[in-house]
């Protein structure tokens, strides 16, 4: 008797659990599906577009990183083998001494590194005291603010994310981060917002709270009839526009074409191993499938001798 209460308690517990669960998902409302693209890394034999990443890092550091860090990706991964700046051989005027090869000694990355709009807290000097300085290649990217209360206080008390894993942060990664930035849209008539707040119906919330008073009924639920719209609001405008980077190459300078090589580059500063890794897997696959021929060749030889 006792393990059967035991058991029902377990069950009770568990649909209560399952229940609250559910009505907190229902309660975080729905987005608007992302819309799926082309990536050039996708796929097995995946890669990533150099061109596409040394723009996506053009756009990083010319809008993003005015809110957002990339604090757990080094200056030197930039030059790193399937890095946007990686180079096998020295540009012209370099010495033939100098190793381009080698990330920390490229000449593109120091130049990037040491023109960065940040800079890093280094010490204590001589006297005890901490200093700032020019980032090195060997440093990592300096974020935007000293701390979480100062970057709070910027931004209306939201904390911007570091976009160091934002890709493999989300629920549908690229796919997700390029949506959010291209699909802000006007505030639905039904809909009224805070100030410093913008609507986007790829970002998760719920604007049921949110609809004017007249679409409310006397218990705060949404009027029967009414949509309520997709998405939520977040406190990060608009960063985007077109022509307001310019590229050095004939590539669109559009809202598009920004956020898809933004995310491009961010997808490599989440897995800047993923070609490595992916040619490592083909060649481990061609390597399994030779072995199991020969073993089977090897079997068929073997036991071919004995008599049934």
């Known amino acids: ?4 209460n035991i058991a029902r308690t377990l069950t009770i517990a568990l649909a ?3 229940a609250g669960q559910s009505a907190a998902f229902a309660a975080a409302g729905e987005a608007k599906h992302y ?6 890394f996708n796929g097995p034999f995946g ?3 150099k061109d596409a990443l040394q723009r996506g890092y053009q756009v990083y550091e010319a809008v993003c990183s005015n809110c957002h860090g990339l604090e757990q990706v080094s200056f030197r991964n930039l030059g790193q083998k399937g890095g946007p700046f990686y180079l096998e051989d020295c540009p012209a005027g370099i010495p033939d001494t100098v190793d381009c090869s080698n990330p920390n000694d490229n000449p593109i990355v120091k130049a990037l590194a040491a023109q960065y709009k940040y800079q890093v807290v280094d010490g204590p000097d001589d006297t005890g005291e901490m200093f700032n300085r020019a980032p090195l290649a060997s440093d990592r990217f300096p974020g935007p603010y000293a701390n979480e209360q100062i970057a709070r206080m910027a931004n209306n008390n939201a904390l911007p994310p570091d976009l ?3 890709t493999k942060a989300r629920h549908g990664g690229p796919d997700y981060i390029y949506s959010l930035l291209t699909g802000y849209e006007e505030v639905p008539s039904t809909v009224e917002v805070g100030p410093g707040q913008y609507y986007n119906p790829y970002f998760h919330g719920d604007l049921s709270q949110a609809l004017k008073p007249e679409y409310l009924d006397e218990e705060g639920d949404p009027v029967e009839g009414v949509h309520v719209p997709l998405g939520g609001v977040l406190a990060m405008a608009p960063p985007l526009a077109d022509g ?3 590229y050095g190459d004939d590539s669109p300078q559009t809202v598009e074409q920004y956020a898809k090589d933004v995310t491009e580059f961010l997808m490599w500063a989440a897995e800047p191993k993923l070609e490595a890794r992916k040619k490592l897997g083909v060649m481990t696959i061609i390597y399994l499938l030779i072995l199991s021929i020969i073993l089977y060749w090897s079997y068929r030889k073997i ?3 004995v008599e049934h």
């Open 47 to 49: 890669t990533f577009d």
């Open 244 to 246: 307001i980077i310019e």
């Open 35 to 40: 819309e799926h693209q082309h990536w050039h």
């Open 16 to 18: 209560a659990t399952v």
């Open 303 to 305: 036991w071919s001798k």
């Open 164 to 166: 160091s894993l934002i």
């Open 1 to 4: 008797m006792k393990l059967i």
